[in-house]
């Protein structure tokens, strides 16, 4: 039979089926960070059982962690707890962990690709939902909760009921200053926030073979906000030539026949999936947020919806209410909307890529006056030391920028990194939900590109005419 | 896990779509090691008028009086019907613990997101998924006199007078609930199968077994 290449990462790693139409699924790398273990660990602890494969997990703390002056430790003392907690459990149970002096230390779906810890083919899980940031490198990878963590440490395995195949094809030259952000948010305004729910999405076409290895974990990273848990790209050329000599990849004879298993993780000719869309992006134009929901997006030369729109006739409240906590008018252009703060970071975005692009369009540029605070947040020590190689933090901390160091920082302000009441972002994460950066504040989701550009005129410019 | 028993209680009805987990437990409560104390933070944003965080003497904030929560009728409500995409956004399973720390055994709505949902049945909250005519009854239900509701997991059956409406929910799920299966020792009977496959695979792809 035809396979998706869902179809034979799910074959590949069922071990029992029951009677019930459930599977139990056996999972490869266990990923770990200080906010969603501290429960499983005490829970294991409880019953009496220990960790069955110590070498299947990585941890490393990322959410709650300072981006400031990391010498003087972690101030906050709730913060501190969780990430001494995260420190005592992996000692205790002897597993790998990048300490926060660790130059590898980062934000959890940055460090496992670049250690080279996440390879094709393999199931990944994380008590994180971004998690899907690993189907770029063809592994099937998903976000739990805390007790499938707890299972996973004492199982090596899930129960899980398979997801229906979806087929996203992407065709068309990406435009200029369009990104893969950008086709996300496209992709999301389009199919919903729950358009992907039940689903593996597979993203295919030309478009997405063009795609940059980076590029494409930023988009794997938000098909969970189109409620897909799983997103992936298939192995090409790309894929294998990134995983290469990275510290935990296999080397030499290893490598060659591990090769040779990845080319084969591809959707098989005339698969059947479930559900097809096709998105043309040839004409496509930067995106935006505007409102308190990911699929809330128009063009970045667009203006907001009216309220009239029958598209909308079903979803009028929503929108009254997303326009209310926004502080927004229905048809106000993209380009009226000030801001206060920008912040550039994220697993969504705050990869090498990311950073260069930022750096190319705020060169020589300041920051406009009315923006009260402008943080660049790399997403791991190894990106950090790799931008000032190329000088690239000296570009923005000339233009006004903060260069900080690597967590997850303003994308769910579990640190000091947050907006203020009423406060506007420009955000290159991940969600713009309610009080998601800080209480009353006000996210817009964008590219890296549109959120520099933002930066240096105060307000939402198209980078195209910039 | 506690066992699912049939419940008879009122049933609170919030009229938003898209309920995120960040809405349902915002982030500065994520810093507890624990799995209780969340209920007193339940939607926090929109239950408080002012800002909250960890440790707070909850009773001593300034309430929103016009949150569903603090309408008298609501009180002590252990359903919750809720809009569309209930649970999107962040895994965090605090979500469930505030829910039910709360004091809620049910959520009704019309889809949920697949993380929440599965972290539901860790728990012993019942996620009841209806269609939207049946959501339309439902609701147009709570507001009338008697909004008391028996639900029977055992009969998939949702209960107010003459209204019945009977639910979907795959009997695996059921079975969890209604015995309150713990999955881990469910698949630790399995070690065998597990072990035999790790054997295999650790000769066939070994660098699966990285790290």
């Known amino acids: 039979m035809k396979k998706t290449l869902y179809d034979k990462l799910w074959d590949e790693h069922h071990i029992y089926s029951y009677d019930n139409g459930y599977s139990l699924i056996y999972i490869n790398k266990h990923l770990i960070h200080e906010v969603t273990s501290p429960q499983a660990f005490e829970g294991l602890k409880q019953a009496g059982r220990s960790i069955w494969r110590k070498k299947s997990v990585m941890a490393v703390p990322d959410h709650n962690v300072p981006t400031t002056l990391r010498e003087a430790g972690i101030k906050d003392p709730i913060s501190k707890i969780q990430v001494d907690a995260l420190n005592k459990n992996c000692k205790t149970n002897d597993l790998l962990k990048f300490d926060l002096e660790d130059i590898r230390q980062g934000i959890v779906h940055v460090v496992g690709p670049e250690q080279g810890i996440i390879l094709p083919g393999m199931t990944v899980v994380c008590g994180d939902s971004h998690t899907s940031t690993h189907g770029a490198l063809a592994a099937l990878a998903f976000g739990i909760g805390t007790s499938e963590v707890e299972h996973v440490l004492a199982t090596q395995c899930l129960l899980q009921k398979k997801s229906l195949n979806m087929n996203i094809k992407v065709n068309g030259k990406m435009p200029e200053y369009f990104y893969s952000k950008d086709l996300a948010l496209l992709i999301i305004s389009q199919i919903g926030t729950a358009g992907g729910t039940g689903y593996a999405i597979e993203y295919t076409g030309n478009a997405i073979r063009d795609l940059s290895m980076e590029a494409r974990m930023t988009l794997c990273n938000m098909t969970i906000e189109a409620g897909a848990t799983t997103g992936l790209v298939a192995v090409d050329e790309k894929t294998i030539s990134y995983v290469e000599n990275k510290p935990y990849s296999p080397k030499g004879e290893n490598f060659s026949s591990a090769k040779k298993y990845w080319e084969n993780l591809t959707s098989d000719n005339d698969a059947l999936y479930d559900k097809i869309i096709d998105i043309d992006i040839s004409e496509s134009s930067p995106m935006i947020t505007w409102g308190t929901s990911p699929e809330m997006a128009v063009g970045i030369d667009g203006k907001l919806p009216s309220l009239d729109d029958e598209r909308f006739s079903s979803k009028r409240q929503d929108l009254l209410n997303a326009f209310s906590y926004m502080g927004l008018k229905e048809k106000q252009s993209v380009n009226s909307i000030e801001l206060d703060k920008i912040f550039i970071g994220s697993c969504t975005n705050s990869r090498i890529e990311d950073l260069r692009i930022v750096a190319d369009i705020v060169k020589n540029k300041k920051i406009a006056n009315n923006i009260k605070s402008a943080i660049i947040v790399p997403g791991s020590g190894l990106v950090k030391e790799k931008a000032e190689n190329e000088g690239l933090d000296k570009i923005f901390t000339k233009s006004g920028f903060e260069w900080r160091s690597p967590g997850c920082s303003m994308c769910l302000g579990m640190n000091d990194d947050k907006l203020n009441e009423y406060e506007r972002c420009a955000s290159t994460s991940n969600r713009n939900f309610e009080g998601r950066q800080g209480r009353l504040g006000r996210t817009h989701l964008v590219s890296p590109a549109t959120a520099a550009a933002a930066a240096i005129h105060g307000h939402f410019v198209d980078v195209r005419d910039m | ?211």
């Open chain 2, 1 to 211: 896990m506690k066992k699912f028993k049939e419940i008879k209680s009122i049933a609170a009805y919030i009229d938003r779509k898209n309920i995120d987990t960040d809405a349902i437990i915002p982030k500065q409560y994520l810093k507890a090691v624990t799995r209780e104390g969340f209920g007193e933070a339940l939607f926090d944003d929109w239950r408080y008028l002012e800002p909250g965080n960890l440790g707070d003497n909850h009773a001593l904030r300034k309430k929103n009086p016009e949150f569903f929560l603090h309408d008298p009728k609501n009180e002590g409500a252990q359903i919750l019907i809720a809009g569309d995409n209930f649970g999107c956004g962040s895994s965090r399973e605090h979500a469930v613990w505030a829910l039910m720390d709360y004091g809620f055994n049910v959520v009704i709505s019309s889809s949920f997101a697949d993380i929440f949902y599965n972290n539901c049945f860790k728990n012993g909250l019942l996620p009841i998924v209806l269609n939207d005519s049946n959501m339309d009854k439902l609701i147009s239900n709570v507001n009338k006199k008697n909004n008391i509701y028996m639900i029977s997991l055992e009969n998939q059956l949702i209960k107010c007078d003459d209204l019945e409406i009977k639910f979907k929910i795959d009997n695996r799920r059921k079975e969890v609930l209604i015995k309150g299966i713990d999955d881990i020792s469910e698949t630790l009977k399995l070690s065998d199968k597990i072990k035999e496959y790790e054997n295999i695979k650790a000769v066939k792809t070994p660098w699966m077994f990285n790290g």
